[in-house]
């Protein structure tokens, strides 16, 4: 058994009634890569994406409710954990978007949430208080258009929030728009910066910057892809110079994409492929940003919806939601490679993972 201070936690998100267990907490082993289950707690429905604090020993999560006049709406929840024993608490709760939401960001000086509504097109602004609570929803942004796919994209539907590296600006990926749209808070509001337009067809999902922030990464969930940006930090603009399939070469089934990350050397960044259910793995040149593919690797299971690269960055855990297991790899520091573990945990339907010391 590890001591506190080095402890290794993993929490997990999943599709879920109220009344059934939806996120969960695990200890992983990094000797030997296991995971054992310390707490699982109910009365959230659809917790389907969480947003850890591990410093603060906080875990924000999204639960889906049904308001009087009976629409889908979200409230945000603040569980504290126990570094100890792995318990998850609730501390806080409330209502902090108008629609279902599918996607959860805490601000880098935490004191707002941001939550996207994939079905509503909305992106919500929340007040968190000084010890970490929910507050009141203070602005909502609604998205308007369409983009080029008349099936997955005949409305907006914004999928995250990711904030710069030096927190001045909020990026929300929207995939029915084929657009990602910059946002400054200022005065409690969304301030509209901005906004850049992706290849039509494209499904923006999620994005990740590189550890040198010069560079950042879009997975496009409706066409297979990753689009590599220039970042302007001054001007708070991302400018596209590659864009790479997640597939290999000859792969015709269906497939959409999921998560994507970075090592934190940021020399190989990993996508998820549901349908080919692979993680797809790229080189990434330090100098020019560009990429290269290195593997597709099993994820060894089904919809692989996110994946965590575990700190230390040498292993690497995918939930994947229609198989009910979380698969843990081991990451070849030369080669960014994954081999599987062997190791896999049972849970129903994971569709979020998070990994901190504690």
């Known amino acids: 058994m590890t001591t506190t201070n080095e402890r290794l936690l993993v929490l997990v998100g999943s599709y879920a009634e109220a009344d059934g267990s939806g996120i969960y907490s695990y200890e992983f082993d990094e000797q030997d890569g296991t995971l054992k289950l310390l707490d699982q707690v109910s009365g959230y429905k659809n917790p389907t994406f969480l947003r850890l604090n591990a410093e603060q020993r906080r875990l924000y999560a999204l639960a889906e409710i049904t308001t009087a006049e009976g629409s889908k709406a979200s409230d945000a929840a603040l569980l504290t954990i126990d570094p ?19 996607h959860i960001q805490l601000s880098p000086d935490e004191k707002f949430l941001t939550l996207t509504s994939y079905h509503n097109g ?44 030096d927190g001045r600006y909020l990026f929300v990926s929207d995939l029915g728009l084929d657009r ?11 301030v ?8 039509p067809g494209a499904g923006p999902r999620h994005l990740t910057f590189h550890p040198n922030g010069r560079f950042a990464y879009v997975i496009n969930e409706v066409d297979s892809s990753v689009t590599a940006f220039g970042y302007d930090a ?7 110079f590659q864009t790479l399939s997640t597939l290999p070469e000859g792969f015709e089934g269906e497939n959409t994409t999921a998560e994507i990350a970075i090592s934190a050397d940021g020399r190989f960044l990993y996508g998820s492929n549901r349908g080919h259910d692979s993680i797809v793995v790229y080189a990434v040149d330090g100098e020019s940003g560009k990429l290269s593919v290195v593997e597709h690797a ?10 965590s690269i575990v700190p230390g960055g040498r292993f690497l855990i995918a939930a994947n939601r229609d198989t009910n297991n979380l698969a843990v790899f081991k990451i070849d520091q030369e080669t960014g ?22």
Not at 180 to 190: G, M, P, R, V, W
């Open 84 to 102: 100890v024993t792995g318990t998850l608490s609730e501390a806080s709760r409330s209502l902090a978007a108008t629609g279902p939401t599918c």
């Open 122 to 165: 909305t992106v919500s602004l929340v007040r968190v208080g000084e010890d970490g609570g929910i507050g009141a929803i203070l602005d909502e942004q609604q998205h308007v258009g369409r983009g080029a796919d008349p099936e997955r994209q005949d409305k907006p539907h914004p999928h995250s929030s990711f904030y710069s590296p």
């Open 180 to 190: 990602i749209i910059a946002y400054k808070i200022e005065n409690d509001k969304l």
């Open 192 to 199: 509209r910066h901005g906004e850049t337009a992706l290849h």
């Open 234 to 240: 001054e001007a708070g603009a991302l400018h596209a």
């Open 298 to 307: 099993s994820v060894e299971g089904k919809h692989p919806r996110h994946f």
């Open 337 to 358: 490679k994954l081999s599987y573990t062997g190791h896999s945990a049972a849970v129903s339907k994971p569709v979020c993972v998070w990994s901190a010391r504690f």
